[in-house]
């Protein structure tokens, strides 16, 4: 049986005995609103077009935050790789800011930007950079040393050889790089939403919540982790396997 028929039989088991559940033991909708409830909610958002605007407004800010993310995480990792110094000094406090949850940060940045679009772009880079950083000064450091012997031999030397060599040679580790920074920029997004005060998918979860509308809250949630599942299965897994595949790095 495909994995893809797999999922769907559990799916639609896992919703069946959930509708079961509340209207056998009358559970009320304030608590736990049954699968039809949310279903429904989540068709009246995007009829309305809430949820389309929610959405946009969302992905205008994870695109933003992401791609100032992956800038910085870069040019830190190469100074990482490259720098013994900078490894020894700045290396360590990014480590030790990666043990740091993004949600952490809501205070200083609501204190520092405001309640505004600011605060949560501001999350999202830190929520990004920090895992790009430490991929891209692995994927760097583990270039083999073979690699590097053998363009020198062809008179590969500085730029050149970063360029044309190290680089390419690291790329895997980029990818893998890349595929986390989006899962952690859309969790940061998410969180940094909830208090922010403008259209959003985390802004309009807690206007759910506030009203009680645990339809929408929950409606919401799983629109957050069906875009998340989707845009890593069908994008970034993808992406990944083949240049695994193509480094050399997996056979499937």
């Known amino acids: 049986m495909q994995p893809a028929v797999k999922r769907i039989i559990f799916y639609v088991l896992l919703f069946a005995l959930w509708e079961g559940a509340v209207y056998v033991f009358e559970v009320s909708p304030a608590l736990l609103p049954a699968p039809s409830d949310v279903f429904v909610s989540l068709y009246e958002g995007f009829s309305n077009r809430t949820l389309i605007y929610d959405l946009g407004a969302s992905f205008r800010r994870l695109f933003l935050g992401l791609a100032i993310a992956l800038l910085l995480g870069v040019l830190l990792g190469v100074l ?34 405001g309640l505004n679009e600011t605060a949560v772009i501001f999350i999202v880079v830190l929520g990004a950079t920090i895992v790009m950083t430490i991929n891209i000064r692995t994927g760097i450091i583990n270039v083999p040393p073979l690699f590097i012997k053998a ?17 390419p040679a ?83």
């Open 151 to 167: 363009a020198k031999t062809m008179n590969y030397r500085g730029l050149r050889l970063f360029t044309k060599v190290t680089m």
């Open 80 to 113: 990482l790789a490259k720098s013994k110094t900078a490894d020894e000094t700045l290396g360590s406090l990014i480590l030790a800011l990666q043990s740091v949850p993004s949600i952490v940060w809501l205070p200083l940045a609501i204190m520092w930007f």
């Open 170 to 252: 690291s790329i895997p580790y980029a990818v893998t790089g890349l595929r986390l920074a989006w899962a952690f920029a859309w969790r940061a997004l998410m969180a940094g939403e909830l208090l922010s005060a403008g259209p959003g998918l985390g802004y309009s979860l807690r206007f759910a919540s506030d009203f009680g509308d645990m339809a929408r809250v929950i409606a919401i949630m799983i629109l957050i982790m069906l875009i998340g599942i989707i845009v890593d299965l069908l994008f970034f897994q993808r992406v990944e396997r083949k240049v695994l595949r193509k480094w050399g790095l997996a056979t499937d």
